[in-house]
């Protein structure tokens, strides 16, 4: 979607909010034509804790592994935690966390998942999610973060967007 010449870029594209909102936020060559996608973002953790919004300050003064947090899943995390007024900090190590807040530890990747000293909690997107927990012994689901976000649909976690040339042109089959 980022070409300079039109006609290398797709014509209908489905992307992360943030990445849409980033790349195509000026809504000059491309137009979002709808959400694809609501929350499909989990904490999984071990153990048999459940996170709600009446629990979920159980993770003062621990560290969450978060994938991709500057993108939907860390943005939708941190106003969770923001709603329901719980203390948050980001983390660059296990070491620089602190007791009365929620530690959030930025992952480089889905490998980090399960393998980081102190690290017990992770927030992930499905397929990743059903895929460590059956993979990784002892890891459950421990937090729904759509049921958490709360509201009427939840967060949307990706869109679909079309070239504004094909919706002009061919608006009915759009």
Do not use: F
Not at 5 to 27: F, I, M, R, W, Y
Not at 53 to 77: H, R, S
Not at 128 to 144: E, F, M, R
């Amino acid at each position: 979607v980022t070409y300079k010449q039109e006609s290398d870029n797709a014509d209908l594209c489905v992307l992360p909010v943030t990445a849409a909102a980033k790349l195509l936020g000026s809504g000059e060559r491309y137009q979002m034509l709808g959400a694809v996608t609501h929350g499909n973002l989990y904490l999984i953790a071990k153990g048999n804790t459940v996170y709600t919004a009446e629990n979920l300050n159980g993770l003062i003064g621990k560290t969450v592994g978060v994938l991709q947090i500057a993108e939907v899943p860390g943005l939708t995390l941190k106003s969770v935690l923001s709603t329901l007024e719980l203390p948050y900090q980001e983390v660059t190590s296990v070491e620089n966390a602190a007791a009365d807040k929620i530690n959030l530890l930025p992952l480089s990747g889905a490998g980090d998942v399960g393998a980081l000293q102190g690290v017990e909690t992770y927030l992930l997107g499905e397929p990743a999610v059903s895929a460590k927990v059956k993979t990784l012994q002892g890891y459950t689901i421990a937090g729904d973060l759509q049921v958490l976000y709360g509201g009427e649909n939840g967060y949307p976690q990706a869109v679909l967007v079309a070239k504004k040339s094909l919706v002009e042109g061919k608006a009915q089959w759009v």
